[in-house]
């Protein structure tokens, strides 16, 4: 009897271990969102891109401004003429301000930059969004394994009563020893069973670890049992997401910078114009022979005309033109993979949900047949076998239960993650469908 009762008691003991943290507070999705997004490495990654990409556009920027310079220069001079030798200390200073006046290349370089900085905007977005959808992802794999675990549990107690039965009945003479073997072997089934899901349970626990940096706790548990249907229709969710989808917006934005890029290097070819301020106070001319003391005042215009650089500004401007063409493909091809994932991913969360209702009528039937198949076992006219199978189809109708519920969940979060509607407000909402236990 001792034995029988370890039998049973270990394996439960050792799956609970496995499913549950070893230390940590409970945690709700929400708690878990907050840690993640404020101390996510990949999203502080993604901001300091934005900084650097701002910083850049500065860098261009600052060509079109005046630039001011100080040279300051002495020297230690022996002149000689045919008059005889004088050695003196020589002394420059110059002073230079020149403002850009035609400067299209610096221009189209400073627009390309600000482009860039706003695809650095948008990439940070998305991967803001993507790391949600991971998150929330990730959460609903480890309460799908936890469901998966309780409906194991209940359905191995059951089987380990089953099986005492029949060993106490075999005893008797009451019950045939192939059914105790199949009872048997169904329980360990169950068993190995066990050790697998415990195993995901817990590879979804080190996944919410690393995006939030933190145990995660006992996890609130799934309390909703009705769920909406898919809200809008399918040309909402592809209309939404070819207007706000932060990847387009990315790609659209790196198309601007290309086009910009394509315009600098074509502006290579026209003429610059700088004006030019200076003054210049020394007492030795340009090749250091001795003056009195002088100084000059410049106002200058000053006029850069290309005329040939070995090719550089035309093999520049196909280079700046096929990238732009480069980038125009990704933007088509980013806009028809967006279409394409929300029109199925509408697809598939129209069916989950669809399958909820499904399994729902299945799990209560598949109860019904379990009871009357364990009556007539009872009444001779039903074999273990029959009713073991029926168990199995039970479970498995629980499984797909649980299973439609978390898809419907994630095919909703993907439909807002690829509108780039994924914000807080909606971590929040699925937050409140969740109870902890």
Not at 29 to 58: H, I, N, W
Not at 238 to 248: K, Y
Request: hydrophobic residues 40%; glycine residues 2%; aromatic residues 4%.
């Amino acid at each position: 009897m001792h034995k029988r009762i370890l039998h049973i008691v270990v394996p439960v003991f050792f799956c609970v271990f496995m499913i549950l943290p070893l230390r940590g507070e409970a945690t709700d999705l929400l708690d878990l969102y907050q840690t993640t997004m404020s101390d996510s490495p990949t999203l502080k990654m993604r901001e300091l891109g934005v900084d650097r990409a701002r910083a850049d556009a500065g860098v261009n920027r600052s060509r079109l401004y005046p630039q001011v310079s100080l040279q300051a220069s002495t020297s230690r001079n022996d002149y000689q003429d045919v008059a005889g030798s004088l050695a003196y200390n020589g002394q420059r200073i110059t002073l230079s301000a020149r403002q850009a006046l035609i400067d299209l290349p610096s221009k189209y370089r400073h627009d390309s930059a600000l482009h860039t900085s706003r695809q650095a905007e948008s990439e940070a977005d998305l991967a803001r969004v993507q790391l949600t959808a991971q998150l929330v992802d990730t959460y609903l794999e480890a309460l799908e394994a936890d469901d998966e675990m309780t409906q194991l549990l209940v359905e191995k107690e059951a089987a380990a009563n089953q099986v005492a039965r029949l060993k106490a009945m075999t005893a008797r003479q009451m019950a045939k020893i192939t059914d105790l073997t199949e009872a048997v072997a169904y329980l360990q089934q169950l068993e190995t069973r066990q050790i697998d899901v415990a195993n995901k349970s817990a590879a979804a626990r080190v996944k919410l670890r690393e995006l939030s940096g933190r145990d995660p706790g006992t996890l609130a548990r799934l309390a909703r049992t009705t769920f909406p249907d898919v809200p809008h229709d399918e040309d909402f969710w592809v209309r939404s997401a070819l207007d706000s989808n932060p990847d387009l917006s990315a790609r659209s934005a790196a198309l601007l910078a290309s086009r910009s890029g394509a315009d600098s290097a074509r502006a290579e070819h026209v003429p610059q114009l700088s004006l030019l301020l200076q003054r210049i106070q020394s007492n030795q001319d340009i090749d250091n022979s001795p003056r009195r003391d002088f100084s000059v005042n410049v106002i200058a215009l000053e006029l850069r005309i290309p005329i040939y650089e070995g090719g550089r500004v035309t093999a520049n401007t196909s280079s700046a033109q096929a990238q732009l063409s480069i980038a125009e493909q990704q933007l088509e091809a980013s806009r028809r993979s967006v279409e394409r994932d929300m029109r199925m991913t509408y697809a598939s969360a129209t069916a989950n949900r669809a399958r909820i209702d499904s399994t729902d009528n299945q799990v209560l039937a598949m109860e019904q047949s379990v009871a009357a198949q364990e009556r007539g076992y009872e009444l001779g006219v039903i074999t273990v076998i029959s009713v073991l199978d029926t168990r199995r189809r039970l479970l498995r109708a629980r499984v797909d239960q649980a299973k439609a519920r978390y898809d419907f969940l994630r095919d909703l979060i993907i439909l807002r993650m690829r509108a780039g509607k994924l914000q807080r407000a909606d971590v929040e909402e699925f937050n409140q469908w969740l109870a902890m236990r």
